[in-house]
């Protein structure tokens, strides 16, 4: 196999359950939103949520100094981003029962539910279990499980992988 690809199914098979994966019942639970000040504006679709933002669904939380919604005529969420501005954002959930937690944080969280898309930008940490990765941008493309970590002039990207990850996989 090329080292190249080698390592892309490495990459791929340590971020599967990463981002936008959380246990099954979260989706069944209620979502609650605390914010210093929320402005909903259900004809244009959009919502902000501003100062020390807090967003629990089940075992999944999301931290963030402000974070914006956009939804389609259909009131579907297209869109949600966080901001870090005075601290990163974070993204923490539980994938499956028994998993160890993922946090993920970055200075922006952006996430696009309806294209199954997942983009963390700048100074991004995502941790899960003794996993971590580290760099400047990430993109997690979820339905079809593919990370990429592009070129940057701001940093590199670094993969920490516990080797015992892989002893059941092929």
Do not use: C
Request: no cysteine.
């Amino acid at each position: 196999m090329f080292p190249i690809l080698k390592w892309t199914k490495i990459l791929l098979v340590s971020m599967t359950p990463l981002l936008a994966y959380a246990l099954p019942s979260d989706s069944q639970q209620k979502l609650q939103i605390v914010a210093d000040s929320t402005l909903v504006d259900y004809k244009s679709g959009t919502n902000t949520h501003e100062g020390s933002v807090k967003i629990d669904q089940g075992s999944t939380h999301l931290i963030a100094d402000r974070v914006t919604t956009k939804n389609d005529a259909k009131h579907k969420m297209e869109e949600a981003i966080a901001y870090g501005l005075t601290r990163l954002a974070e993204y923490s959930t539980t994938p499956n029962p028994g998993d160890a937690q993922l946090i993920a944080k970055a200075k922006v969280i952006k996430y696009y539910p309806q294209k199954q898309l997942v983009v963390l930008e700048g100074d991004v940490v995502v941790n899960q279990g003794e996993n971590s990765f580290q760099g400047p941008l990430i993109i997690y493309n979820v339905k079809d499980q593919i990370v990429t970590a592009p070129p940057s002039e701001t940093g590199r990207a670094t993969i920490v992988i516990e080797p015992d990850q892989f002893k059941h996989k092929s």
